[in-house]
């Protein structure tokens, strides 16, 4: 079993910036890649950015979004900067892990979610 826990999350104005952090711990033979998604109430769950061999960000995120990842720690970060009310008016955002067991078995993850609130 892996367990995700997400923080950074909160209440932001329009233009300001939120750093989420999502540490891995458990059995853990390689992780292969770590993203961030977001799901708005009543919307379905889309990607917003993830780091793996490459690194991909959802359109409207590229240029304000950075997804870092430190693998001694086995974190992953997101930078959000000059943050819209469309990033976040009231969203949830999960991390996600692709990892490979000791057992060599590919496994996906889910955290439970950090809440990001972007309001005057």
């Known amino acids: 079993q892996v367990q995700l826990v997400e923080s950074g999350g909160g209440l932001v104005q329009p233009g300001g910036s939120l750093r989420l952090s999502c540490a891995a711990s458990?059995?853990?033979?390689?992780?292969?890649?770590m993203g961030w998604s977001r799901q708005a109430p009543g919307k379905q769950r889309e990607l917003v950015a993830v780091i793996g061999i490459s690194t991909n960000y959802l359109d409207s995120g590229k240029g304000r979004l950075t997804i870092s990842r430190d693998n001694a720690k086995n974190t992953v970060y997101l930078q959000m900067n000059s943050l819209k009310p469309e990033d976040a008016a009231v969203d949830s955002y999960y991390c996600?892990?692709?990892?490979?067991?000791?057992?060599?078995?590919?496994?996906?993850?889910w955290g439970r979610g950090t809440q990001v609130t972007v309001s005057s």
């Open positions: 996600n892990v692709d990892i490979t067991e000791p057992r060599l078995r590919d496994q996906n993850y």
């Open positions: 458990g059995s853990i033979f390689r992780i292969n890649a």
